[in-house]
């Protein structure tokens, strides 16, 4: 079974920057199979899509308001997904969450893993978030 698990979120002013982090493990883990994708959710609102990578490589999906401001990065010897934030504004202020899923799983191989990244759909494993929020 997979474990997904951020961290990094925290209280910032408008303007200011984090750098989130999202680690897989588990059994037989192999990271360069995996569809990652982060995910938000403001209190109220439904959940959004921000961001989707295939960690061997393809598409990247970025919500077009965070274009800019927000960058995937990743760190395979530690199997982690970085979001670096950027010029935060107060509505990005959500609950961030890290989902993911191997190329098992239909629709997470390959270039159709930012496809799935922007619908949210066919991930079988959540974190539990991490918080952000943006002051004005």
């Known amino acids: 079974q997979v474990q997904v698990v951020e961290s990094g979120g925290d209280s910032v002013q408008w303007g200011g920057s984090l750098k989130l982090s999202c680690r897989v493990s588990?059994?037989?883990?192999?990271?360069?199979?995996?569809?990652m994708a982060w995910f938000r959710q403001a209190p109220g609102k439904e959940r959004e899509a921000v961001a989707g990578?295939?960690?061997?490589?393809?598409?990247?999906f970025l919500l077009d308001s965070v274009k800019g401001r927000f960058t995937l990065s990743q760190e395979n010897a530690e199997n982690k997904l970085y979001l670096q934030m950027k010029n935060l504004k107060p509505e990005d202020t959500a609950m961030y969450y890290c989902?993911?899923?191997?190329?098992?799983?239909?629709?997470?191989?390959?270039?159709?893993?930012?496809?799935?990244?922007?619908?949210?759909?066919?991930?079988?494993?959540w974190g539990q978030g991490t918080q952000v929020t943006v002051s004005a």
């Open positions: 989902a993911a899923g191997d190329s098992s799983s239909p629709g997470l191989f390959g270039r159709s893993c930012a496809v799935a990244a922007r619908s949210g759909k066919g991930f079988p494993a």
């Open positions: 588990g059994a037989g883990v192999t990271f360069s199979k995996f569809c």
């Open positions: 990578l295939y960690m061997g490589g393809g598409d990247v």
